[in-house]
Nanobody, 122 residues
Framework: QVQLVESGGGLVQAGGSLRLSCAAS????????MGWFRQPPGKEREFVVG????????YYADSVKGRFTISRDNSKNTAYLQMNSLKPEDTAVYYC???????????????WGHGTQVTVSS
């Protein structure tokens, strides 16, 4: 049973930082690209960033480029999202996802976590 579990969300002031984690089980972690998506209140889910199977390639949405960093530790079956210089518009439910079909094509992600809330106050 594939399971992705996000953690690390919370309430932070604008300009602050958070680090999200995504713990994976039930799959061969290194066989999957990993990504992060988010869904702001009242809006559709959007792609944030993806990372290739061994961490060599990354693809960021323009809205987070230079502020967010994705990483993965295949020995721990965990992906991370380091979020710096947070803005109120970053407020959203953040989801981790896995893909067997590439890291940079958002609609090809196969497995999803249940999400963690990130709220950035002004």
């Amino acid at each position: 049973q594939v399971q992705l579990v996000e953690s690390g969300g919370g309430l932070v002031q604008a300009g602050g930082s958070l680090r999200l984690s995504c713990a994976a089980s039930g799959l061969t972690f290194s066989s999957y690209s990993m990504g992060w998506f988010r869904q702001p209140p009242g809006k559709e889910r959007e792609f944030v960033v993806g990372i290739s199977r061994f961490g060599g390639s990354r693809y960021y949405a323009d809205s987070v480029k230079g502020r967010f960093t994705i990483s993965r530790d295949n020995s721990k079956n965990t992906a991370y999202l380091q979020m710096n210089s947070l803005k109120p518009e970053d407020t959203a439910v953040y989801y981790c996802a896995g893909s067997s079909r590439g890291y940079d094509v958002p609609h090809r992600y196969d497995y999803w976590g249940h999400g963690t809330q990130v709220t950035v106050s002004s």
